[in-house]
């Protein structure tokens, strides 16, 4: 048990809390500030890579990715400076993956070819539509002209770039996500994050949708429909559905997301990062404080990690569970029955299986696409004793 997390590698996550502006959909921890000193954070962040260093010596790193917040406001020399560190505190796997996330209004071609020089490999960008009157309902600041021309700085930059969109949006027609996806696949290099605009509570949309304020959501019918095409479309291009929101030429998926969907072990520092590691053969659930200057005093204390709890076998089973069944390879069930101690219940598979929600084969458990658009509906079913 103490080396599950292997069959899934090693990474390290990197949150940037800053944003140039909040968007109305967003849940993640992303904080507006007019005045940043990148020396502090880049000290505080040296800080807490010595502290996970400490204790994790010796594995071999197959990715780091800087998250947020938007990441890409991150002055290059500091991003290059903590990939140096990085470098001394692991032995990286020879394809290791640099990933930064970056926003469109914040791309600019001397500033990406420094993050290429200091050691990134590979750009996600969060385009999100492809018209600019949602872009401006999803609150974004660029317009379609400006993502279109920073994309492509980012692909003449990198060998590998990502960009997400976010679909069923207020309004949005069937006809007119497909012509979306077509243009959308005429750009993409070799991967795509395709994801079903969710409204979370605590956000601007989730605060105006409480209140009969945010129309035109799709039916669920509709939505289905969407997720459907969206997998053929990009199934017809080259690109596969490898999870339930993510599409790839074969061989470039995420590794860093692969890590997490493959119940692998991960670092997090920064405001608000989680963590999954395994420490003397028990694996631990890692939290850092959310707010950004909490997160820097605690820093200097070497408690910026707030929250470090024990994961029992059988709960460490059913997370590996619920993250291997968005993937497309599936869960390797001899895993998920020595983690959990304990077999599938046989009948509930069946009925599964003779309803079109998973399939088998050999030790392998796959959720069908229709089990997918269920998974959390699914996931109950397959648990049950």
Same mark, same amino acid.
């Given at each position: 048990? #103490?080396?599950?997390?292997?069959?899934?590698? @090693?990474?390290? *996550?990197?949150?940037?809390?800053?944003?140039?502006?909040?968007?109305? *959909?967003?849940?993640?921890?992303?904080?507006?500030?007019?005045?940043?000193?990148?020396?502090?954070? @880049?000290?505080?962040?040296?800080? +807490?890579?010595?502290?996970?260093?400490?204790?994790?010596? !010796?594995?071999?790193?197959?990715?780091? @990715?800087?998250? !947020? !917040?938007?990441?890409?406001?991150?002055?290059?020399?500091?991003?290059?400076?903590? =990939? /140096?560190? $990085?470098?001394?505190?692991?032995?990286?796997?020879?394809?290791?993956?640099?990933?930064?996330?970056?926003?469109?209004?914040?791309?600019?071609?001397?500033? @990406?070819?420094?993050?290429?020089?200091?050691?990134?490999?590979?750009?996600?960008?969060? $385009?999100?539509? =492809?018209?600019?009157?949602?872009?401006?309902?999803?609150?974004?600041?660029?317009?379609?002209?400006?993502?279109?021309?920073?994309?492509?700085?980012?692909?003449?930059?990198?060998?590998? $770039?990502?960009?997400?969109?976010?679909?069923?949006?207020?309004?949005?027609?069937?006809?007119?996500?497909? #012509? +979306?996806?077509?243009?959308?696949?005429?750009?993409?290099?070799?991967?795509? &994050?395709?994801?079903?605009?969710?409204?979370?509570?605590?956000?601007?949309?989730?605060?105006? *949708?409480?209140?009969?304020?945010?129309? !035109?959501?799709?039916?669920?019918?509709?939505?289905?429909?969407?997720?459907?095409?969206?997998?053929?479309?990009? #199934?017809?291009?080259?690109?596969?559905?490898?999870?339930?929101?993510?599409? /790839?030429?074969?061989?470039?998926?995420?590794?860093?997301?692969?890590?997490?969907? %493959?119940?692998?072990?991960? $670092?997090?520092?920064?405001?608000?990062?989680?963590?999954?590691?395994? =420490?003397?053969?028990?694996?631990?659930?890692?939290?850092?404080?959310?707010?950004?200057?909490?997160?820097?005093?605690?820093?200097?204390?070497?408690? /910026?990690?707030?929250?470090? %709890?024990?994961?029992?076998?059988?709960?460490?089973?059913?997370?590996?569970?619920?993250?291997?069944?968005?993937? &497309?390879?599936?869960?390797?069930? #001899?895993?998920?029955?020595?983690?959990?101690?304990? &077999?599938?219940?046989?009948?509930?598979?069946?009925?599964?299986?003779?309803?079109?929600?998973?399939?088998?084969?050999?030790?392998?458990?796959?959720?069908?696409?229709?089990? %997918?658009?269920?998974?959390?509906?699914?996931?109950?079913?397959?648990?049950?004793?």
């Amino acid at each position: 048990m #103490a080396d599950d997390w292997q069959n899934g590698g @090693f990474g390290l *996550y990197i949150h940037w809390p800053f944003c140039q502006a909040k968007c109305p *959909y967003c849940d993640f921890n992303s904080h507006v500030s007019r005045e940043i000193d990148q020396k502090q954070w @880049f000290r505080g962040y040296l800080a +807490e890579l010595d502290r996970v260093g400490s204790e994790t010596q !010796g594995r071999v790193l197959n990715s780091v @990715f800087f998250g !947020g !917040g938007t990441p890409s406001l991150m002055d290059p020399d500091v991003v290059a400076e903590i =990939l /140096a560190k $990085v470098q001394t505190l692991w032995p990286s796997a020879n394809d290791l993956e640099v990933t930064l996330e970056a926003n469109p209004g914040s791309v600019e071609a001397g500033r @990406f070819a420094a993050y290429r020089q200091g050691g990134v490999s590979r750009v996600s960008m969060g $385009v999100q539509a =492809l018209n600019n009157r949602d872009l401006q309902r999803l609150g974004r600041i660029h317009s379609v002209d400006e993502a279109k021309a920073a994309f492509e700085v980012a692909r003449t930059t990198f060998d590998r $770039v990502s960009f997400d969109l976010i679909y069923a949006r207020q309004d949005q027609t069937l006809d007119a996500w497909r #012509a +979306e996806l077509r243009e959308a696949l005429s750009m993409a290099i070799d991967h795509l &994050s395709l994801y079903q605009l969710t409204i979370e509570t605590g956000t601007a949309f989730g605060d105006r *949708y409480a209140k009969g304020k945010l129309r !035109g959501l799709p039916e669920d019918d509709l939505a289905a429909d969407m997720y459907q095409i969206t997998g053929d479309i990009c #199934a017809e291009s080259g690109l596969g559905g490898y999870e339930v929101s993510n599409y /790839a030429k074969p061989g470039s998926e995420s590794r860093h997301n692969l890590i997490y969907w %493959r119940y692998g072990d991960y $670092v997090g520092i920064g405001p608000g990062a989680h963590g999954r590691v395994t =420490l003397n053969g028990q694996r631990f659930a890692t939290e850092c404080w959310r707010n950004p200057t909490k997160w820097l005093e605690a820093v200097d204390t070497g408690s /910026a990690e707030n929250v470090r %709890r024990a994961i029992t076998l059988p709960d460490q089973a059913d997370e590996m569970m619920m993250m291997g069944l968005r993937l &497309s390879e599936g869960v390797d069930l #001899a895993r998920w029955e020595k983690l959990s101690g304990r &077999s599938l219940n046989p009948d509930h598979l069946a009925h599964l299986q003779d309803i079109g929600m998973i399939s088998l084969s050999g030790d392998r458990l796959y959720a069908t696409q229709d089990g %997918r658009m269920v998974l959390n509906t699914l996931l109950a079913e397959i648990l049950v004793e």
